[in-house]
């Protein structure tokens, strides 16, 4: 297995670290999502936060730096999800550890669904949106790889391919960034079975349709 | 059944029409994608296309009447395909009818793929995208009632909420618009099937692993 990517150095930090800087990039986060990156400026930014423009600098050094700190929170969390399922000697077959990645993946988009969504909507026009393509990249290899591990278990179909079968489970777990409400009907538990219900249980061969642990 | 809402009465168009709109449009896609609708000018706009904003003016009245006409273009693929497997008569029970609509849902995807993304990345901010999103509301209405039909059949597992069902699978769908590509290795017929095995052959209680129609 290939080490992933790590996040770019970070330059130092400017200003009060800690909670300011989390509540700076919370409504950061929401102004990238909601009118885009690229249409969002420092002065925007200063407007919804109530604070002048240079008391902002005093917290962040640059818009980029905010984007970078979102899209590491993301990629953190995931590769951590990614590593502990692939990591030689994790327990279970390939099938159960994919089952597992899944729900973790649900639970993770849902703890993190701003700065998972602003991942997903990153397109590589940046050195910084060019990393963190990079580090999905990586992400979406291991997937792919346990998929085929799977599939040569004989626990999934061996009818499609296991590449195109990763992106399609995932791009299902994906897009519940786009509508998921955590405080709508559905919980985070009943969320994740039913994701695992839906894609699993459909290529998994002769599986039950209840999990299997 | 209700009928769909249908686009706001256009204003008349200035200029030329045909062939120079449909490539001003285009062009205008690309943009709104790549760097985000707010971000994207009229200028930026007639730079890409070689035009004097002058006379891009001449073909198109505004920035949103583009949004407008590709948002109208997903749209109105998108009611015709899901009109045709939930009209009154429609050929096949439901649950095939749901297959279908999955199938057809992909293939339009890719053939209108830029219009699609566009579409699914309306968040609400214009009437324009206000309009938008409430015919698209339309089109999920009537595919969370398709699927809950299939349910009511005992063609589908009924141990998951029909919306909640619906939301997954044409999440997995909608998903296809951030990595398909139409000259890739995998063809629109092969990207189709893998859609409906990955997804509906999970949700079909005792199914066939082949399609049954």
């Known amino acids: 297995m290939t080490s992933p990517p790590t996040a770019p150095t970070a ?3 400017r200003g009060r670290p800690g909670h300011d800087q989390a509540a700076v990039l919370g409504t950061a986060i929401d ?3 909601r009118q885009g990156y690229d249409a969002t400026s420092m002065a925007d930014l200063a407007a919804a936060l109530g604070l002048s423009k240079s008391s902002l600098y005093h917290h962040v050094p640059s818009k980029e730096r905010l984007l970078e700190l979102a899209l590491d929170e993301a990629l953190g969390e995931l590769t951590a999800v990614v590593e502990a399922a692939t990591a030689e000697g ?3 077959t390939s099938y159960e550890r994919l089952r597992r990645v899944v729900e973790d993946g649900v639970r993770l988009l849902v703890d993190h669904q701003p700065a998972v969504t602003l991942l997903l909507r990153v397109h590589g026009n940046t050195d910084v949106e060019r990393a963190a393509l990079e580090r999905r990249r990586w992400v979406d290899d291991r997937l792919a790889d346990l998929v085929a591990a799977a599939v ?3 626990a999934l179909r061996a009818d499609l391919d296991p590449g195109l079968v990763s992106r399609l489970l995932f791009g299902m777990v994906n ?3 786009e509508w998921y409400d955590v405080d709508g009907p559905v919980d985070v538990d009943q969320l994740a079975a039913a994701v695992v219900a839906t894609a699993l249980d459909g290529l998994a061969v002769g599986a039950p349709r209840s ?3």
Request: proline content about 17%; charged content about 10%; aromatic content about 6%.
């Open 11 to 13: 330059p130092p930090r």
């Open 175 to 177: 897009s519940l960034v």
């Open 90 to 92: 994790a327990a279970g």
């Open 152 to 154: 040569a278990e004989g």
């Open 31 to 33: 102004l990238f999502i």
């Open 211 to 213: 999990a299997p642990g």
